[in-house]
C-alpha cells in the first residue's frame, strides 16, 4: 500500500527465466490478484475439503484437530482403487471452485488489462482468438496449481493458519456469493461470451459449477459458527424435608365423669373359664 510510484521504472531485485515483469502496475495488480484466488484459493479449498471429510456433520465450531490434506493427486495411480475415487472426487471439488476463481477475476477486472497480463497479443489479433487465449491462460494457471497443491504433505493448521473464520470468509464465502450475484443478474453475467468460452474449455455446466461450489461453502460453515454453548449444570435437587406427623389427637373425655378413664379389664383364660358356672370335675 505505500508503494512509490517513481519506482516503477526500477529494475528487478532478481532474474531469471521464471521471472515475469508485467508492462503496467495495473497488470501487476492484475497477476497479483490472479494468484491469491487460484493458488491461495486452491489451499484453501483442499483445507476445507479436508475438514468436511475429517470432521463431519454434526460437528459444529473451530476444528477438533489438524490434518494432512486430502489429495487430488493419487501417488500411485491405480494401486488403490478406492483412494484414485476419492482423489478424482476432491479433484472434481478443487477444479469447480478454480474455475469459479477464474470467473469472479475476470468479471472483476479490466478486460483490457486482463488481456495484456496474459494474452501479449497485437492489436491485429481478433477478439476472439485473444478471449481463446485469455481462457486457456487462465485454466493452465488454474491446473498446475491443483497439481501442485494437491499431492498432500500440507496441514490444515497451517493452511488456515490467519483463522478458520477468516479465510472462510475471505476466501471461500465470497465465491458463492458471486455465483449467486451473477447468475441472479439481468441478464446473467455467466451467460456472456468469454464465461461461457470459459466454462466450455474446462468443461463444466454452470449447474455443476453451482453445486460443487455452494455445497463446500454450505457444509463448511459449520467449521465457522460458534460452538454450541455447554448446557448449564443443574443443581441436585435438595432432600426434600420430613414432615413430622401429626400429632394424635387427645382420646375425649370419659362419659362417665371427669375423671381419668377406668382402665379396661383384661379376662384371663381363668376369669372365663369361672363364667362357665361351677367348678370342674374333680
Known amino acids: 500500500d505505500d508503494d512509490d510510484d517513481g519506482d516503477d521504472d526500477a529494475p528487478l531485485p532478481f532474474g531469471g527465466d521464471g521471472v515475469y515483469a508485467p508492462d503496467s502496475a495495473a497488470a ?36 477438533k484437530g489438524s490434518y494432512e490434506l486430502v489429495r487430488a493427486i493419487p501417488g500411485t495411480p491405480g494401486e488403490d482403487e478406492l483412494e484414485d475415487l476419492e ?7 478443487a477444479w469447480c471452485f478454480a474455475v469459479a476463481r477464474q470467473l469472479l477475476l475476470l468479471f472483476e477486472s479490466d478486460y483490457e488489462v486482463a488481456a495484456a497480463a496474459l494474452t501479449e497479443c497485437d492489436g491485429a489479433t481478433s477478439s476472439s482468438a485473444v478471449d481463446a487465449k485469455l481462457c486457456d491462460a487462465l485454466l493452465s494457471n488454474a491446473r498446475a496449481a491443483i497439481d501442485r497443491l494437491g499431492r498432500g504433505g500440507d496441514e490444515t493448521a497451517r493452511v488456515l493458519g490467519a ?7 475471505g476466501r471461500l464465502l465470497p465465491v458463492a456469493k458471486f455465483l449467486e450475484t451473477a447468475a441472479k443478474s439481468s441478464p446473467s453475467w455467466l451467460a456472456t461470451p468469454l464465461a461461457r468460452l470459459l466454462l466450455r474449455k474446462a468443461k463444466l455446466t454452470q ?38 406427623p401429626p400429632a394424635s389427637p387427645a382420646r375425649p ?13 383384661v379376662m384371663s383364660m381363668a376369669n372365663l373359664a369361672g363364667l362357665g ?6
Open 28 to 63: 501487476a495488480q492484475f497477476l497479483h490478484r490472479r494468484k491469491i484466488l487460484t493458488v491461495n484459493g486452491t489451499h484453501t479449498t483442499l483445507a476445507f475439503l479436508t475438514l468436511a471429510a475429517k470432521e463431519p456433520p454434526p460437528h459444529k465450531g473451530l476444528p
Open 87 to 93: 482423489c478424482e472426487e476432491t479433484y472434481r471439488n
Open 163 to 169: 483463522g478458520v473464520v477468516k479465510r472462510y470468509e
Open 207 to 244: 449447474t455443476t459449477l453451482r453445486l460443487a461450489v455452494l455445497g463446500l461453502t454450505a457444509d463448511a460453515g459449520r467449521f465457522a459458527e460458534p460452538e454450541p454453548a455447554a448446557a448449564p449444570e443443574h443443581e441436585a435437587p435438595s432432600t426434600p424435608k420430613k414432615k413430622k
Open 253 to 265: 373425655p370419659s362419659k362417665r365423669g371427669d375423671g381419668p378413664a377406668s382402665p379396661r379389664r
Open 277 to 282: 358356672g361351677g367348678a370342674g370335675p374333680s
